[in-house]
C-alpha cells in the first residue's frame, strides 16, 4: 500500500520537475553598466542588457521587456532598440504604459508591435540586445537602488492562447541591486574675522 | 586670592586669544568675544559653492545684517555683556536640499567700564584707575600701571584708554590750572 502512495508521490514529483524545467525561455542573460557601481545622486547610467537566446513554451513568442525601477531611479531613457532578427513583421517600440489584451499592465520598457497578428509577439529568438540611461535621483536618506528586466511572452500577454495556458514563468533578471547614500555634508567650524 | 588668580587667567587667556586672533585674522575658539555694540562682524564658514547656509543669531542683543544664505554673514551685537550660548548656528543645506548638522558658536559680549577721576590741579598726587572687569591696560598721558600722575601730566585735558580683548572704553581727565597769586604788594 505504501509503494503505491510513494509512487504516486513520486510521479507528481517528476511532473512538477518537467513543467518547472520546461517553463524557463529565458536563457544567460547578461547586463553591463556604465559607470560600475557604486552610485552617488546625480550619477546617470548607461545599462546594456542582453538576451542571447529565447525559447518559448507551446510556440509562445517573445512579446515584451519591461523595465522595474526603485523610485530612485529618475529620467529612464531608452537609448538603443532592440532588433527583430529573422522575426515576425513588426517593430520593437518604447512604451511607458500599456495594457496588453490579457488586461496585463506593462511598462516601461519595449513591447514587440506585431503588424501581422496583433497582439501576438514575434517568432524571433534573438538575440536582443538593449540599452537605456537612468538617473540617480537627489536624496538625503540611505535609499535602494535597484533594477530588474522582465521578459515577457505572449502566453503572459494574453495574445496566444494555443499552448493551454502553459506561459513562461522566468523571473525578472536582476540587473542591480545597490544602495545610494546621500551626499556627505560637512560644514565647517564658524569663524570669526 | 583664589578670585584674584581666576581673573588673572581668564585675562591671559583673554589676551593670547585676541592675539591669535590678530594674528591669523580669524578664530575658531569657543566662545567668541565681541565688544559690546559691535557692529558689522564678519562670521563665515568654510564655502561649498552648491550649498545653502541658513544662519540663526540669537540672544547678545546680535542681530543678523547680511549675508543670509550665504557662508559669510554681518552681525551687530548689543551693549549688555555676558556669555550667550549657541548665540550663532548655521545649517549648510546641499544641492539636493539636505540639512547638515547645525554648527554653533557661543559668544562672550564683553562691555568695558572705568571709574571716573578728576578734576585735578597740578600737583595733586597720583590717582587709581579702575577698569572694569580688571585685568585691562591704561594708556595715556601721565599713565603708569593703573596710575595717572597729574603733576607729570601737567595742565590739559587728557584722553586715558582702558583696553581688553580688543575693545576700549574712554575716559577725559581734566588738570585744570591753578590760581596765580601775585606778589605781596605794600601800598
Redesign the interface.
Known amino acids: 500500500m505504501i509503494f503505491i502512495y510513494m509512487k504516486r508521490l513520486l510521479t507528481i514529483l517528476l511532473l512538477a520537475l518537467t513543467i518547472t524545467s520546461n517553463s524557463q525561455c529565458v536563457f544567460n542573460e547578461s547586463v553591463t553598466l556604465l559607470p560600475a557601481p557604486p552610485y552617488q545622486?546625480g550619477d546617470v547610467v548607461l545599462v546594456t542588457y542582453e538576451l542571447p537566446t529565447f525559447t518559448g513554451i507551446f510556440i509562445n513568442w517573445i512579446h515584451a521587456f519591461e523595465i522595474n525601477l526603485s523610485p530612485s531611479w529618475i529620467n529612464l531613457t531608452p537609448i538603443t532598440t532592440p532588433l527583430n532578427p529573422t522575426g515576425s513583421a513588426g517593430n520593437w517600440i518604447w512604451d511607458i504604459q500599456h495594457t496588453f489584451i490579457g488586461g496585463l499592465n506593462f511598462g516601461p520598457g519595449w513591447r514587440f508591435d506585431n503588424t501581422g497578428n496583433v497582439d501576438w509577439g514575434t517568432s524571433s529568438q534573438g538575440p536582443f540586445t538593449m540599452s537605456f540611461t537612468i538617473e540617480v535621483a537627489?536624496?538625503?536618506t540611505a535609499d535602494i537602488l535597484n533594477i530588474s528586466m522582465l521578459v515577457i511572452d505572449d502566453c503572459t500577454t494574453g495574445g496566444w492562447t494555443g499552448g493551454g495556458g502553459a506561459c513562461c514563468t522566468d523571473p525578472a533578471f536582476q540587473i542591480y541591486n545597490g544602495l545610494v547614500l546621500?551626499?556627505p555634508?560637512?560644514?565647517?567650524?564658524?569663524?570669526?574675522? | 586670592m583664589k578670585k584674584t588668580v581666576e581673573i588673572f587667567i581668564l585675562v591671559i587667556g583673554l589676551v593670547f586669544w585676541v592675539g591669535c586672533?590678530t594674528v591669523f585674522?580669524?578664530?575658531?575658539i569657543?566662545p567668541?568675544t565681541?565688544c559690546a555694540n559691535a557692529t558689522a562682524?564678519?562670521?563665515?564658514?568654510?564655502n561649498t559653492p552648491t550649498?545653502t547656509y541658513n544662519w540663526t543669531v540669537t540672544g547678545g542683543g546680535g542681530a543678523l545684517q547680511t549675508g543670509q544664505g550665504t557662508d559669510l554673514i554681518t552681525v551687530d551685537w548689543g551693549g549688555v555683556s555676558g556669555l550667550y550660548l549657541s548665540a550663532?548656528e548655521?545649517?549648510?543645506?546641499?544641492?539636493?536640499?539636505?540639512?547638515?548638522?547645525p554648527?554653533?558658536?557661543d559668544i562672550f559680549v564683553l562691555s568695558l567700564s572705568s571709574n571716573l577721576i578728576g578734576p585735578f590741579c597740578p600737583g595733586d598726587p597720583s590717582a587709581t584707575l579702575v577698569g572694569n572687569p580688571a585685568g585691562g591696560v591704561w594708556t595715556g598721558t601721565a599713565v603708569s600701571g593703573n596710575n595717572f600722575d597729574p603733576s607729570t601730566a601737567g595742565v590739559g585735558n587728557y584722553i586715558l584708554t582702558y583696553s581688553m580683548a580688543g575693545c576700549n572704553t574712554t575716559i577725559n581727565v581734566v588738570v585744570n590750572n591753578g590760581p596765580v597769586t601775585g606778589p605781596i604788594q605794600h601800598f
Open positions: 545622486p537627489p536624496t538625503c546621500p551626499d555634508i560637512s560644514t565647517s567650524l564658524i569663524y570669526h574675522y | 586672533a585674522g580669524q578664530t575658531t569657543n567668541d565681541v562682524e564678519q562670521y563665515f564658514v568654510t550649498s550663532i548655521v545649517v549648510e543645506s546641499n544641492a539636493a536640499g539636505c540639512p547638515g548638522l554648527i554653533i558658536l
